[in-house]
């Protein structure tokens, strides 16, 4: 059974501090996708890595696949209240790339304060 | 920009009743989820469904059916509504393929069964 561990499950900074998320398993995914959720909100994709060390960013938020496809991490620079929210990471299910089955994570709920 | 709606965004329903969530989207996507959203649990799926009239169970499909008769709704159905059912529910379409993974979600709906 493939599992994604999430960590930290809460987090609590300033404005302006630096975070690092982490979504670690033992199974290889062929792809990862982390997602962002608001209150009384669906999750919002974010971003997709394919390739073993990819790194992608997005403005203040960089997104990397570790070597070996079984780990990933979000860092977020310089937070902002605006990042406030729950972010989810979710590894493709081997075998399901045709239909998108994915395994989520535990989630991590991230609190910035002005 | 992928719309998916879900028919309500709260509900209350009294024990051993039957209940529908529809879910619909309109980006012609074949790929479409049912999955449930618990504190500290993450997102588990219910049931996913890759075409029309097609349906396959996912990790937690007891006490659920599901129902899709046109490519863009997909319903599920709490036949005798408990009240360990109380949960956010969040419908997902995605394409097949390549992009199967990308997983676009509707607002949800909080289930309160009394």
């Known amino acids: 059974t493939q599992l994604l561990e999430q960590s930290p499950q809460f987090l609590s900074i300033q404005e302006g501090e630096n975070l690092t998320v982490y979504c670690n398993s033992s199974s290889v995914f062929s792809s990862l996708q982390w997602y962002r959720q608001e209150p009384g909100e669906g999750p919002v994709l974010l971003v997709t890595?394919?390739?073993?060390?990819e790194v992608k960013k997005l403005k203040r938020l960089t997104f990397q696949f570790g070597d070996a496809r079984k780990d990933s991490s979000l860092h977020i620079t310089a937070a902002q209240p605006g990042d406030t929210g729950l972010y989810l990471c979710?590894?493709?299910?081997?075998?399901?790339?045709?239909?998108?089955?994915?395994?989520f994570g535990q989630g991590t709920t991230l609190q910035v304060k002005p | 920009d992928v719309k998916v709606t879900q028919s309500s965004r709260y509900l209350v329903k009294r024990t051993g009743e039957k209940v529908f969530l529809e879910c619909v989207q309109d980006?012609?996507?074949?790929?479409m989820f049912w999955y449930r959203q618990d504190p500290g649990l993450g997102l588990r799926l219910i049931y996913f469904s890759y075409d029309v009239k097609m349906k396959e169970k996912g990790d937690i499909p007891e006490g659920y059916s599901v129902s899709r008769e046109k490519k863009e709704r997909f319903s599920l159905i709490l036949e005798s509504a408990s009240t360990n059912q109380t949960s956010m529910y969040l419908c997902a379409s995605s394409f097949r393929g390549f992009l199967a993974y990308e997983q676009y979600f509707g607002p949800g709906t909080r289930l309160t069964v009394t």
């Open positions: 979710a590894g493709g299910v081997n075998g399901s790339s045709n239909t998108g089955k994915l395994i």
């Open positions: 890595v394919v390739t073993g060390g």
């Open positions: 980006m012609d996507h074949e790929n």
